[in-house]
């Protein structure tokens, strides 16, 4: 009943979202130009507050394809009408939360260039911004744990469903280096390295991945006759390499 009653919520929300946005085309004000929000920047300001609302909205129920609608849309007063508006409170907040959303899609390339142009005395000093930004240099690094501990350290709420999309995506490139790197593990290590807390958690990620849980030795079996081949073909130094860096990992963590 109660996720019923959610679902009615979103959806009315939608639709009111929705109609804001057919009224704010038919009045000239989803898209301005500089010129048009100098000279009415209190409709402009308001057009700006309804479209920061909709992002919002749409990472509270995970609709990622419409936040990047918004973002999109919000880019113009954020970018080309900056100036010409009265400062938005939600500004950086969105802007940080679309730079982890390119981050979280690996999308490493135009995430740099939208950090290119924003000025960097605002990147410096937003801790919406240096979230992100601090992210994209763990990642690099390879410090795993210091991206799963900053789960508990967002600037806001709306942030933990990108850091989650991007520990999946890390979840995903341990998965494979384990592969490659295994024949089996204990269930309790796979689980460490792997960030979960609990056991019907990497249970479930293994069920996906194809990997054989023996229950009696609670032992996760990775090998496979596709993946022993290709395991074969890997040099033992690089082996040997992903294995320092798990230990290291693992150290970090406990």
Not at 50 to 60: D, P
Not at 158 to 168: A, N, Q, R, S
Not at 207 to 230: C, D, L, M, S, Y
């Amino acid at each position: 009943m109660h996720a019923l009653h959610r679902q009615q919520v979103c959806s009315d929300d939608n639709r009111q979202l929705t109609k804001a946005k057919i009224e704010l085309t038919q009045a000239g004000l989803l898209v301005p130009s500089p010129t048009e929000a100098a000279a009415h920047p209190k409709e402009f300001s308001m057009a700006r507050d309804i479209l920061e609302v909709g992002a919002f909205h749409s990472l509270k129920h995970k609709e990622v394809d419409s936040f990047d609608r918004y973002i999109g849309l919000l880019r113009v007063f954020y970018q080309d009408c900056h100036a010409s508006l009265p400062p938005s409170k939600n500004e950086e907040a969105l802007l940080g939360l679309s730079l982890l959303r390119l981050l979280s899609s690996n999308s490493i390339s135009q995430f740099h260039t939208t950090l290119e142009n924003l000025p960097p005395n605002l990147v410096a000093n937003s801790p919406f911004l240096q979230h992100p930004v601090n992210l994209e240099r763990w990642l690099m690094e390879g410090s795993y744990s210091k991206v799963w501990k900053a789960r508990k350290e967002v600037p806001r709420e709306e942030y933990i469903f990108f850091v989650d999309e991007l520990m999946g995506t890390i979840r995903r490139e341990i998965a494979s280096c384990e592969e490659k790197a295994y024949d089996s593990l204990p269930l309790s290590d796979a689980a460490t390295l792997l960030f979960f807390n609990d056991m019907e958690s990497v249970s479930a990620f293994a069920a996906e991945r194809g990997w054989q849980i023996n229950p009696t030795t609670q032992t996760v079996h990775f090998t496979n006759k596709a993946e022993q081949a290709a395991k074969d073909a890997i040099p033992k130094k690089a082996t040997i390499t992903s294995n320092l860096q798990f230990a290291k990992e693992l150290e970090s963590i406990v």
